[in-house]
């Protein structure tokens, strides 16, 4: 049996590559042979209620309310990338680049026997290209559909009217799903969209053990550690604030990583996806308003305050954290941050739930296979 694995397109995110190694290795140690799917966005997507503006010389892209505008950077993907594309092909099968619908149903049909959608924000609109597609459409046989990690991004998706109702006959057909958040369910059911076989599982990072991932730092050239690591997505002042609250407390300047592209007022760093791991395993101290960011300093038992970060959705936070007894780690506003930092941490009981939590979510999994 040869797996499919059609995830997320590619952004230059380090959740985003790390659950898709996680996944393929997770497959890959238990004799299931797997490729993923390289899904590049569409190169143009052009809808009526789009409108195209540019700004300098990259153009960068704004998004209507009503309809995401797709556009493939590859050339800005292969710039910021050039320091990550080399970790990952060396850590996972990756089929051929794949730019639309027709493109992804040729692939499926005529190389694989099942298809693993999942992790991440898979089921989001405007996330993926051609929605549908991330619902099983493109697959036109017998072969297994398993969701496995998948999240809408929020509670309350937006999901276009043609979309839900094709959706819906998709949906009764998928043999296996997993929710990465406890709210997936729910934005089924106010669709109306019905399956026999939903679970919440684990994200697949944190399938793989802390071993795992040490194997596949190289530590030969990685020389700097960073006490105070700040992993954030989207800054502001009260983040901000927070986070030189916690740097005046225990004395240590903040390393933030920041996307380049959205902080120009700010120092940045986009570290190789190995330095980013050490980083988070040997730091005193992680802030981070990032879901893979906080499951990280879980997997490495690193001291860590989540910043709840609105835009992206509170409950893969809550769903995350709540697994782990540690819901008292999230923080809403700057005066919380430093009671929340001297909060301790059980680290038996964590690695015990998470262990349970594991067993679970794998044996859920494999069995989706039979």
């Known amino acids: 049996m040869k797996i499919g694995i059609l995830t997320l397109p590619f952004n230059n995110n380090y959740g985003g590559y790390l659950q898709s190694i996680a996944l393929y290795h997770v497959l890959k140690s238990n004799g299931l042979d797997s490729i993923v799917i390289n899904r590049r966005k569409n190169k143009y997507k052009i809808n009526e209620h789009i409108r195209y503006f540019y700004c300098g010389l990259k153009g960068l892209i704004k998004q209507s309310r009503k309809q ?38 040729e692939f499926f049909n005529n190389n694989c026997s099942a298809l693993v959608v999942g992790s991440d924000q898979v089921w989001r609109p405007g996330f993926v290209p051609n929605i549908p597609d991330y619902f099983f459409d493109i697959v036109k046989g017998p072969q297994k559909k398993i969701a496995y990690g998948v999240s809408f991004g929020n509670s309350s998706p937006n999901f276009k009217k043609a979309e839900v109702k094709k959706i819906q006959s998709l949906y009764s057909q998928i043999d296996f799903i997993g929710f990465r958040e406890n709210s997936g369910k729910k934005v ?11 679970h919440v599982v684990l994200d697949p990072t944190m399938l793989m053990p802390p071993e795992f991932y040490i ?80 499951v990280f300093s879980i997997i490495f038992n690193t001291r860590f305050i989540v910043y709840a970060n609105k835009v992206r ?19 809403y506003d700057e005066k919380d941050f430093i009671p929340t930092l001297n909060k301790p941490i059980n680290w038996d009981d964590v690695n015990k739930r998470l262990l349970e939590k594991r067993k679970q979510s794998l044996m859920l999994l494999l069995n989706s296979f039979e």
């Open 313 to 331: 959705g509170i409950d893969r936070f809550e769903t995350l954290l709540g697994h782990f007894g540690l819901l008292d780690r999230i923080v």
């Open 68 to 105: 995401p505008f797709f556009l493939d950077t590859e050339k800005d993907f292969l710039w910021r990338g050039q320091l990550m594309i080399p970790f990952v092909e060396k850590n996972i099968r990756l089929s051929d680049k794949i730019y639309s619908s027709c493109e992804l149903e």
């Open 188 to 198: 089924c059911d106010f669709f109306g969209w019905k399956n026999n076989n939903e």
């Open 215 to 294: 194997s596949i730092i190289n530590k030969d050239d990685i020389v700097s550690t960073h006490n105070l690591f700040c992993y954030i997505l989207d800054y502001n002042i009260t983040l901000g604030n927070g986070i030189k609250l916690v740097a005046d407390y225990i004395k240590e300047d903040p390393y933030y990583i920041l996307d380049p592209q959205k902080w120009k007022d700010k120092k940045y760093i986009m570290p190789r996806i190995e330095d980013w791991l050490l980083g988070l395993k040997n730091a005193k101290v992680v802030i981070t308003d990032s879901f893979h960011g906080a």
